[in-house]
T-cell receptor, first 110, second 109 residues
């Protein structure tokens, strides 16, 4: 079992561009959550997907959107990138109460 | 004020020392997680607690629900324990985790 896998691992984008990050959950996990972790901070909840629908959302603007596919994998899309969007983006999948995290995608906006 | 507070923010220890990291939370939680994050970003779940105490190798986690406090202890610390340790709480089964800012631990040989 590969656990939670995220791609790409690193990404550099220019202000104003759009980015798509991908996450494959741990086998058997149907709930995927995305978090943003700024340098020196704890992760902040972006949103959670279950049964292909956004179920909960944190305090992030509409520029952040997502999708979950029938195989439970998920994408995070960020439009009109700002310098402040530079962060580590973590995906977590969950079964019951236990959460498993991916290695993250480090996004740098220049 | 963050709902989950950790202390200390940074900790440097000599190899072999007993280490304690504390976590206090201001919201009701059903489960508290202790996580380890190495440079490069990946997070590993160490413990999930809803009551009492858990032990895995040299790591021990305790939680006091009434006092809304949890501790992570590392016995006989080793340089490979150097990482950021994060506590995170969940209010109920489907709510998202709320994270502390982490404690950066450096263990020196």
């Amino acid at each position: 079992d590969a656990g939670v896998t995220q791609s790409p691992t690193h990404l550099i984008k220019t202000r104003g561009q759009q980015v798509t990050l991908r996450c494959s959950p741990k086998s058997g996990h149907d709930t995927v959550s995305w978090y943003q972790q700024a340098l020196g901070q704890g992760p902040q909840f972006i949103f959670q997907y279950y049964e292909e629908e956004e179920r909960q959302r944190g305090n992030f603007p509409d520029r952040f959107s997502g999708h979950q596919f029938p195989n439970y994998s998920s994408e995070l899309n960020v439009n009109a990138l700002l310098l402040g969007d530079s962060a580590l983006y973590l995906c977590a999948s969950r079964k019951n109460s236990e959460a498993f995290f991916g290695q993250g995608t480090r996004l740098t906006v220049v | 004020k963050n709902e989950v507070e950790q202390s200390p923010q940074n900790l440097t220890a000599q190899e072999g020392e007993f280490i304690t990291i504390n976590c206090s939370y201001s919201v009701g939680i059903s489960a508290l997680h202790w996580l380890q994050q190495h440079p490069g970003g990946g997070i590993v779940s160490l413990f999930m607690l809803s009551s009492g105490k858990k032990k895995h190798g040299r790591l021990i986690a305790t939680i006091n629900i009434q006092e809304k406090h949890s501790s992570l202890h590392i016995t006989a610390s080793h340089p490979r324990d150097s990482a950021v340790y994060i506590c995170a709480g969940r209010n109920s089964g489907n709510t998202p985790l709320v994270f502390g800012k982490g404690t950066r631990l450096s263990v020196i040989a």
